[in-house]
């Protein structure tokens, strides 16, 4: 197992740039497997470059959907770059690391453009429910259930942005670390060691990753009724880019490594003097760049039923392609695609903006409606104005001022006690009329203790016998008029 830190430079393993002399493959077959799998993976290479290059001219050739297919040509070139350049690093593994930098480049505009291209089909939608609140409650995988107040929303929409633009962002950026800690020495591939980079650039690879997958599948999920409504095929589109990666990351990087390091993966030594000496990390990266062509060979097939023409597309079918269409229809899905990219992540930060302001009004507005709800409850009613009294004397005063000051007619009224309506003679019935003023009930004095009587007081006959309150068994003996 190779040592950490490495020697400087973005060479690897000191140079090491073997010979594939095709003279030593008939003198010796069984001495030069490099040579077989370096032949094995040109051929699945120029297989996935063929199907590749039929596709693309096909959507050049009828561009009438540029929206939409501008996206297409981007992801369809995906497979041929990615293996050509693996199979370009197998040949050159010496600069195995800058040559995979662009690689990586081009899966990261893969899966972007995988968006994109979904965005587009969704437009349509968007414009019919544009300023609707469309609420929507979805599981992912049956397992994780997500509610959204409105599908269509902004929310929803940047969120999803950030989440998978995240993923080709941190690929750039982690190519780019990858070249400057190879030319430092630090980068150490293939071995998990807490001194080199590649631990940890793997875990952050891995956890970028995880957050993109979830983000799709939820995208997946809460816009599938527009998937079967427009005859989209959005499930297989997202999978013939996302395939690959995983297969590659968890089975080229991963697995691999592990290999590697464990040390199941050795030096090839030659079996007799004209042989060439393969280290062990040159043999992995043998496997690494099969495992690559291999898929992207499969990819591409997949890819020309699910990334050609559609429907609408194939009817306006014409045999002739003329050269300044192909020309346009080419600078518009290649040239400006670099632009577009750097737009579309700038104009998401702009959105972010947007919506973080959004959420800030919507906060104060409900801050503002409630301090105005709290307002409104702690008014004082007409009752609760008064001015506040000095003495307990003073508190019964005014009360009794006051309801005696009510309308006479509401006499159905609850609220007030016996001691402030006024009293009706007895012994006329409700249907005779009186002239007779009715006489008034003067209020009682103020009690002078505000301690209730209980069970241990002693009673006192002058607090019954010469109390001056209106006592209700006196009605009883009042004469009849």
């Not at 899966?111 to 609420?135: S, T």
């Not at 004209?274 to 097939?301: E, H, Q, R």
Request: charged residues 20%; aromatic residues 14%; hydrophobic residues 40%.
């Amino acid at each position: 197992m190779s040592e950490c830190p490495t020697p400087r430079g973005l060479a690897e393993n000191a140079g090491f740039n073997p010979d594939f002399d095709l003279k030593q493959l008939v003198l010796d077959p069984d001495s030069n497997m490099h040579i077989w799998g370096w032949l094995v993976s040109g051929f699945l290479t120029l297989a996935a470059v063929t199907l590749t290059a039929h596709s693309i001219k096909q959507h050049l050739c009828h561009y009438y959907t540029p929206s939409i297919q501008r996206h297409k040509v981007r992801v369809l070139a995906y497979p041929a770059v990615y293996s050509a350049l693996a199979w370009f690093s197998y040949l050159q593994y010496n600069y195995e690391t800058v040559i995979m930098f662009f690689a990586t480049l081009f899966e990261s505009f893969a899966v972007y453009n995988v968006y994109m291209c979904l965005e587009a089909y969704l437009e349509p939608f968007r414009q019919k429910y544009a300023g609707q609140k469309i609420p929507i409650t979805t599981k992912v995988f049956g397992i994780f259930k997500i509610h959204l107040n409105s599908k269509w929303g902004l929310h929803f929409r940047v969120i999803t942005k950030i989440l998978v633009l995240q993923y080709p962002v941190w690929n750039i950026i982690n190519s780019l670390i990858s070249i400057i800690t190879q030319v430092k020495g630090v980068y150490c591939d293939g071995q998990f060691v807490f001194n080199g980079a590649y631990l940890y650039l793997v875990i952050i690879n891995f956890t970028s990753l995880c957050i993109i997958l979830m983000a799709m599948f939820t995208y997946l999920s809460v816009f599938n009724e527009e998937w079967h409504h427009g005859r989209i095929r959005a499930h297989a589109m997202f999978w013939c880019v996302k395939a690959p990666i995983m297969i590659i990351f968890y089975c080229g990087d991963i697995l691999l490594a592990g290999l590697g390091h464990f040390g199941v993966i050795q030096d090839s030594r030659p079996q007799h003097s004209g042989g060439t000496f393969w280290p062990a990390d040159a043999v992995k990266n043998g496997y690494y760049v099969l495992i690559i062509c291999a898929v992207m060979s499969l990819v591409a097939i997949f890819m020309e039923r699910y990334y050609g023409l559609d429907p609408e597309e194939y009817a306006r079918y014409e045999e002739d392609c003329t050269w300044s269409a192909y020309m346009h229809a080419f600078a518009d899905g290649y040239l400006a695609f670099i632009p577009d990219f750097f737009r579309n992540v700038f104009s998401c930060g702009g959105d972010t903006v947007v919506l973080a302001k959004k959420r800030m009004d919507l906060r104060q507005n409900h801050k503002r409606r409630l301090s105005e709800d709290e307002r409104h409850l702690l008014q004082p009613s007409d009752m609760e104005t008064a001015q506040p009294l000095e003495d307990e004397e003073n508190v019964y005063a005014a009360l009794g001022q006051r309801r005696i000051s009510m309308d006479d007619d509401d006499e159905d009224d609850g609220r007030l006690n016996a001691s402030s309506v006024p009293l009706k003679r007895l012994g006329i019935s409700s249907s005779a009329k009186s002239d007779d003023p009715i006489p008034t009930i003067s209020m009682p004095p103020a009690p002078r203790k505000s301690r209730m009587i209980n069970h241990n007081d002693p009673v006192a006959v002058v607090s019954t016998t010469g109390s001056s309150h209106f006592q209700p068994h006196e009605i009883s003996r009042a004469p009849n008029f």
